[in-house]
């Protein structure tokens, strides 16, 4: 038992920020304006886009909290945060973008599922906490294992959450363990934000963070660590977050055909203009002097 608890419904929601654009109120999906977006480097808690796929898990007593390690090692261990903090504390400062980000632009050139997102589903935050590859090593798994990057084991995550895409199941993903025993990928175990303890709505009191990699990967409120000789088989795996090209649609969609994203393309977006703007004529030079320079 991992001490957290998932509730059923959305009676126990924490409080947010009312100037948040709500997409989904249950689950609770919003993001920042985008001036907001810009307004800081590092953006604000409070204001950092919310990503949620169930009720918001409940910690009860903290000291209860485990975290389970367990699956293909030699010595399962079962983790209190008290044990977390006593590993290295690191700093890294990494963007999350949720790869549903810009999902209503795309819906105009052609229909997608899942919640719609403008371009706020992105923020950048200092993230504090152990790293993987020192918190594996306590169950005998050393850094820079060699296996293939393309294959090989994965490191599942996995939390307590009730979602219906997983039919009512926790949330889970999973990353390769080349990336997880890489002490320069720099994944960690987080339980701070910008300086202060984890918020419940970020994964409260611990969670994962893989830079570089898709937001869903990053799993909130972790409960257990599984090493597993494949990749992850959950829905967020296996049946989302994977890119086909444009012949591909949902009734001839054969999933297996491609690996479950990880990485992002390039993209960019303007953030000192709202989607709309009504200026007055004879301003727009100078509005344009001003956003530019
Ligand atoms: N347990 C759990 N972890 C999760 C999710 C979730 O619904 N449950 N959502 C994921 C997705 S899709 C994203 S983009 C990020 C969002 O993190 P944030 O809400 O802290 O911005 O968390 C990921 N981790
Ligand atoms: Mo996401």
Redesign the pocket.
């Known amino acids: 038992m991992s001490g957290l608890r998932a509730p059923s419904n959305y009676t126990e929601e924490p409080q947010r920020h009312p100037s948040l654009i709500v997409n989904s109120q249950e ?1 609770f999906n919003a993001g920042p304006p985008r001036s907001a977006l810009i307004a800081s480097y590092v953006t604000p808690v409070d204001l ?7 009720p918001i898990p409940v910690i009860d007593d903290i000291e209860r909290y485990r975290v389970s390690i367990c699956g293909l090692v030699e010595k399962p261990l079962e983790l209190s945060m008290a044990d977390i903090r006593k590993l290295r504390r690191h700093i890294v400062t990494a963007t ?5 980000n810009r999902r209503t632009a795309m819906s105009k050139v052609k229909a997608v599922k899942g919640v719609g997102w403008d371009v706020s ?1 992105i ?1 950048n935050a200092i993230w504090g906490g152990a790293k993987l590859a020192d918190v594996l090593e306590l169950v005998g798994i050393s850094k820079l294992t060699s296996v293939s990057p393309l294959g090989g084991k994965h490191v599942e995550f996995a ?1 307590v ?1 009730k ?1 219906k895409e997983e039919k009512g199941g ?2 889970k ?1 999973s990353i390769p363990l080349i990336q997880a025993t890489n002490s320069d990928a720099e994944v960690l175990l987080a339980y701070e934000m910008n300086g202060e303890p984890l918020n419940r ?3 409260y009191p611990l ?1 994962v963070i893989v830079p570089g990699v ?8 972790l409960s257990s660590i599984n090493i597993i000789e494949n990749e992850c088989q959950g829905f ?1 795996m296996q049946r989302d977050y994977k890119m086909f090209p444009p012949t591909v649609n949902w009734e001839n969609i054969d999933w297996s055909t491609r690996r479950p994203q990880m990485d992002f393309p390039v993209q960019s977006v303007i953030c000192s203009l709202e989607e709309e703007n009504t200026v007055k004529p004879g301003k727009v030079c100078h509005l344009f002097k001003h956003s530019f320079h």
């Open positions: 689950p950092f886009y919310k990503r949620n796929h169930g999350l973008q949720c790869a549903g589903a923020g939390s959450d979602c926790p949330y993903g709505d970020h994964g969670r898709i937001g869903a990967r990053s799993v909130k409120w967020f």
